[in-house]
């Protein structure tokens, strides 16, 4: 059974940082590119960044490019988000989501219970 | 980036009837060396993270009772619940996976009337 697991949501000032994990099980975690989406409260969805598979490949949404770096670590299984220059725009639920094929990087099959980031002085 | 819109932001309907959804994207989605629309539908409760409901377009994934279905091509996509349960209470989302950076629509909230 495929599992994420996210992590590292808090509470922090304008300006800060924080450093999201996701500990995957339950697959082939080396051979998945992965995703992190995020929901504002209330609000719909937006796609955050992706990496490829080695993680020699990185995207981001234009709103936190130069902000938030994605890696990942294949030996542990893990994901990674780490955001700096946070900004009140940036209050989430932050998802860790797996596509459904290694092909099809941005069609979501699975996804955590997210890790609630919250922005606020 | 391509723009998902929806329709209508939301809707109630008796338990056992129909419930239709629509969604429109700003390109067209059909991929025409495969002849795919990269175009998918979620369902999500409250307090839960999305669930992958329809993919491809019209393809459910495993799991989705029959009641669901997906139709359309190229810019224009219709989610149908047959006949609503009251487990179906949610939000609806589209989304397109033709590009980077994947959009999703704003949401379709089904109530029961």
């Known amino acids: 059974e495929v599992q994420l697991l996210e992590s590292g949501g808090g509470l922090v000032q304008p300006g800060g940082s924080l450093r999201l994990s996701c500990a995957a099980s339950?697959?082939?975690?080396?051979?998945?590119?992965m995703n992190w989406v995020r929901q504002a409260p209330g609000k719909g969805l937006e796609w955050v960044s992706s990496i490829s598979d080695d993680g020699g490949s990185t995207y981001y949404a234009d709103s936190v490019k130069g902000r938030f770096t994605i890696s990942r670590d294949n030996s542990k299984n893990t994901l990674y988000l780490q955001m700096n220059n946070l900004r009140a725009e940036d209050t989430a639920v932050y998802y860790c989501?797996?596509?459904?094929?290694?092909?099809?990087?941005?069609?979501?099959?699975?996804w955590g219970q997210g890790t609630l980031v919250t922005v606020s002085s | 980036d391509i723009v998902m819109t929806q329709s209508p932001d939301s809707l109630a309907v008796s338990l056992g009837e129909r419930a239709t959804i629509n969604c429109k994207s700003s390109q067209s989605l059909l991929y025409s060396s495969n002849n795919k629309n990269y175009f998918a539908w979620y369902q999500q409760k409250p307090g839960q993270p999305p669930k992958l409901l329809i993919y491809w377009a019209s393809t459910r994934e495993s799991g989705v009772p029959d009641r669901f279905s997906g139709s359309g091509s190229g810019t224009d996509f219709t989610l149908t619940i047959s006949s609503l349960q009251a487990e179906d209470v949610a939000v609806y989302f589209c989304?397109?996976?033709?590009?980077?950076?994947?959009?999703f629509g704003p949401g379709t909230k089904v109530d029961i009337k």
């Open positions: 339950g697959f082939t975690f080396s051979t998945y590119a």
């Open positions: 989501a797996k596509p459904t094929t290694v092909t099809i990087r941005g069609l979501f099959q699975h």
């Open positions: 989304q397109q996976y033709y590009t980077t950076p994947q959009t």
